[in-house]
């Protein structure tokens, strides 16, 4: 199958991020800073994001085991990550008001925003008649999954940086 070697190395780095992450909140808390409510969110969101990135990447290989014709197996990966992502994304921004009551960030909003826009590029994979895209389309959205992820990392990273100086 097209595109199993890019997607198994982003599966990859989809791991390394979640543990990563993880790492972040272990060394905070070595660190001496104490754990919010807010806190955990955005450690959970990490994860789950990292999670999502690597069940996106392993999905199109293992349903081609099953020897599920190739178009077929990226339609129905296309549209079980549009369903997982568009929940999440839909999902999103009442899960961090429950935690933090304060205004998104625009960093934040165009997250959100992106995260949205990729379900719905997801969503049109799943549907879409030139099959020749099909993968281009899946991999491309599942980096950029990874890529916003990497981002909101780097800008909540940024955010605690400055607070604890």
């Known amino acids: 199958m ?60 293992l349903l081609g085991l099953f020897e599920v014709s190739t178009p077929v197996v990226w339609r129905i990966s296309s549209g079980l990550m549009a369903f997982v992502l568009g929940w999440w994304a839909l999902t999103f921004p009442r899960r961090r008001q429950a935690t933090n009551s304060t205004r998104l960030p625009l960093q934040v909003i165009i997250f959100s925003a992106t995260m949205d826009l990729t379900a719905l590029a997801l969503a049109a994979n799943a549907i879409a008649l ?31 940086y400055d607070a604890e100086l």
């Open 2 to 61: 097209e595109a199993s070697g890019y997607l198994y190395t982003i599966a990859a780095v989809g791991m390394s991020f979640a543990a990563l992450s993880v790492l972040t909140m272990v060394v905070r808390q070595i660190l001496g800073g104490q754990m919010t409510k807010f806190d955990t969110f955005v450690a959970r969101t990490w994860v789950q994001l990292g999670f999502m990135v690597t069940f996106g990447s392993i999905l199109p290989p």
């Open 130 to 160: 030139p099959v020749q895209r099909l993968p281009g389309v899946y991999a491309a959205s599942v980096t950029a999954i990874l890529v916003c992820s990497a981002m909101l990392f780097l800008f909540a990273f940024a955010r605690w």
